[in-house]
Nanobody
Framework: QLVESGGGLVQPGGSLRLSCVGSRRGFSLNAMAWFRQAPGKEREFVSG????????YYSDSVRGRFTISRDKTNNTVDLQMNALTSEDTGVYYC???????????????????WGQGTQVTVSS
């Protein structure tokens, strides 16, 4: 029910913008987040946004470089990624909490809906 787009190959220091859209239902009352998974590593929290869009949260590794936003009219959640490094390489997943009006969770277990993922590769 979630579809990501915007991944690709980018050089170190470059930027990418990921987008996630709810394909069959809206998530305007649900907290949403981005996770990523690098080869051989566990899926990790990247950034989350509250159902209202008022609150956002970032992992220490991306804070100051990534910006999450949401557009309730279009049912989308975007992740603007700047100053990318090789450490940002991985598959990026969009996730939605199934509970309405929930706070931002940082554990994958707190999210009920997932996209198929989009590959981000940072390499020269």
């Amino acid at each position: 029910q979630l579809v990501e787009s915007g991944g690709g190959l980018v050089q170190p220091g470059g930027s990418l913008r990921l987008s996630c859209v709810g394909s069959r239902r809206g998530f305007s009352l649900n907290a949403m987040a981005w996770f990523r998974q690098a080869p051989g590593k566990e899926r990790e929290f990247v950034s989350g946004i509250s159902w209202s869009g008022t609150y956002t949260y970032y992992s220490d590794s991306v804070r100051g470089r990534f910006t999450i936003s949401r557009d309730k009219t279009n049912n989308t959640v975007d992740l603007q990624m700047n100053a990318l490094t090789s450490e940002d390489t991985g598959v990026y997943y969009c996730a939605a909490d199934g509970r309405r009006w929930s706070t931002i969770g940082i554990s994958a277990k707190e999210y009920d809906y997932w996209g198929q993922g989009t590959q981000v590769t940072v390499s020269s």
